[in-house]
């Protein structure tokens, strides 16, 4: 049996050793704030995901930057302007945190919440089609 996707993010938390880890750690704490029933998958070998009635989204981390990828981000409101990459497709969105900088939180946690509303609406409007 394969080890649970929450033990596995902590080991790549612990991995890091670096800035990395700490934002990679304190964003999922944030995450679980916002979204308390949040579930935490890993996935495409080695990719953090949190998802709520669809990936709300990923955490990869590179040697200069923590990306917090969104898999519906382009339908999301973002009036603190957080989203920083990944501006040019029709369905992502990224925000790069590069060491030393920190966002938002409750932004954040907005943006988190809207993507939850986002994914529960869907599910429940493809639900609904099928009855």
């Given at each position: 049996?394969?080890?649970?996707?929450?033990h596995?993010i902590d080991?790549?938390?612990a991995e890091?050793g670096d800035?990395?880890g700490?934002?990679?750690a304190?964003m999922r704490?944030?995450?679980h704030?916002?979204?308390?029933?949040?579930?935490?998958?890993?996935k495409?070998?080695?990719?953090?995901?949190?998802?709520?009635?669809?990936?709300l989204?990923?955490g990869?981390?590179?040697?200069?930057v923590v990306?917090?990828?969104f898999?519906?981000g382009?339908?999301?409101?973002?009036?603190a302007?957080?989203?920083n990459a990944?501006?040019?497709?029709n369905t992502?969105r990224?925000?790069?945190i590069?060491?030393?900088?920190?966002?938002?939180?409750?932004?954040?946690?907005?943006?988190?919440?809207?993507?939850?509303e986002?994914?529960?609406?869907?599910r429940?409007?493809?639900?609904?089609?099928?009855?």
């Amino acid at each position: 049996m394969s080890e649970p996707a929450s033990h596995l993010i902590d080991v790549r938390i612990a991995e890091l050793g670096d800035w990395r880890g700490k934002t990679l750690a304190r964003m999922r704490a944030l995450i679980h704030e916002a979204v308390p029933e949040v579930i935490e998958e890993w996935k495409w070998r080695g990719v953090p995901v949190w998802s709520f009635a669809g990936i709300l989204c990923t955490g990869e981390t590179y040697k200069a930057v923590v990306k917090l990828t969104f898999a519906k981000g382009a339908s999301l409101d973002d009036p603190a302007k957080l989203f920083n990459a990944s501006l040019e497709g029709n369905t992502r969105r990224a925000i790069d945190i590069r060491e030393g900088e920190t966002i938002d939180a409750e932004a954040f946690k907005t943006l988190l919440r809207a993507a939850a509303e986002l994914n529960h609406a869907g599910r429940a409007a493809k639900t609904a089609r099928k009855a």
